[in-house]
């Protein structure tokens, strides 16, 4: 999001798209390299355009306080106006909007500079080496086939980690597809936010790194074990394609009986394991913990809420609601009651 990028932790940042991008079940058959269809074909489901009012929103109560939960999902339609009418109603009523929870890293201005030329080059594989080298061979026969279908022919990407090559074959795939990830619909959020005078609240935490420099060198310099999400992007693409085109017409036309009736089994969790279990981060306890900590913060944050405010709006995404793990599931654990829109 536009608005919050400089306060990410630097390399955290980059692993972003692998945090957000989704798969679908993994029951599903993986496309083989040479069912692949042509490069020009037609996207099986075509993505809804013009003005849609995206998904209703959920209702957590207690006490006669209640906090109004909206689901965001990425990536959605290019062509799509989310109408924002309802939420807008919502936010302007109540007395504080909980962002999504994110983990940030405050290592200050002049540390953060020092390590922003470190970052140079970190994308790329160690010693130069080029996919071919990295993959076996038979993966990388099925990379050329998809490389073709969605990149093309610039030959930059080869010289990227497999999951850093895997992330930008899912985003040309995307763009093919008439989808994109952005920020506009949290962006309008915070906007209408800030028309009405509501206080904004940061639901995640802060990551201590002391030394983010070194953390950022260690990780040019060391392999890290990311093949099964290579492997696991390019068996699935053109389902996981489908599958996005399926969900972001499900969101932008507020069907939460298709919603809930998806597997939101995550693709994200090779590629970001990939990483936080890699060696750099042995020593890093609380990159290890990001998704149970962020977990925490945020019920933490929304509990304080609820016993603050009569109103509160808060942000999730969508899988966070739904998903085996969900944030509602909780707080209706924890003794407040939880009602899905229709």
């Avoid at 504080?96 to 970052?119: C, D, N, Q, W, Y």
């Avoid at 950022?216 to 996981?240: I, Y």
């Avoid at 060696?279 to 913990?289: E, F, G, Y």
Wanted: proline fraction near 5%; hydrophobic fraction near 45%; charge should be neutral.
């Amino acid at each position: 999001m536009r608005k919050r990028t400089g306060r990410y932790a630097l390399w955290l940042g980059l692993l972003a798209l692998p945090a957000s991008a989704q798969s679908v079940d993994p029951a599903a058959q993986p496309v083989q390299a040479d069912a692949a269809v042509a490069p020009d074909a037609v996207p099986a489901t075509v993505v809804v355009e013009g003005r849609r009012p995206g998904p209703g929103v959920w209702k957590v109560s207690k006490g006669g306080h209640v906090m109004w939960v909206f689901g965001t999902y990425a990536p959605l339609p290019l062509k799509m106006q989310w109408d924002a009418s309802r939420v807008e109603r919502l936010v302007a009523k109540s007395q504080e909007v909980l962002t999504p929870p994110v983990a940030k890293a405050h290592i200050g201005f002049f540390r953060g500079l020092t390590a922003l030329p470190s970052l140079i080059g970190i994308k790329r594989n160690p010693d130069d080496a080029v996919l071919r080298d990295v993959v076996p061979s038979d993966v990388y026969a099925r990379w050329t086939v998809l490389k073709a279908k969605y990149i093309g022919d610039d030959d930059g990407v080869e010289h990227y980690r497999p999951v850093f090559a895997g992330e930008e074959l899912l985003l040309a795939g995307l763009k093919k597809s008439g989808l994109s990830y952005g920020g506009d619909v949290m962006d309008t959020i915070e906007d209408i936010a800030k028309k009405n005078k509501v206080k904004l609240s940061d639901s995640g935490y802060d990551v201590m790194l002391d030394d983010p420099r070194k953390l950022v060198r260690d990780f040019k310099n060391s392999q890290v074990d990311d093949l099964v999400c290579f492997t696991r992007t390019l068996d699935s693409l053109d389902v996981d394609l489908e599958t996005m085109r399926v969900r972001a017409n499900a969101w932008a036309n507020g069907d939460i009986a298709q919603i809930r009736g998806m597997n939101f089994a995550e693709r994200r969790d090779a590629c970001l394991d990939a990483v936080l279990n890699s060696s750099i981060a042995k020593d890093a306890a609380a990159l290890r913990q990001t998704r149970e900590r962020l977990r925490l913060a945020w019920l933490r944050t929304a509990e304080k809420a609820l016993a603050d405010n009569a109103s509160t709006f808060a942000v999730l995404e969508i899988q966070d609601i739904l998903g085996p793990a969900s944030y509602l599931s909780a707080l209706q654990s924890r003794g407040y009651a939880v009602e899905s829109p229709r």
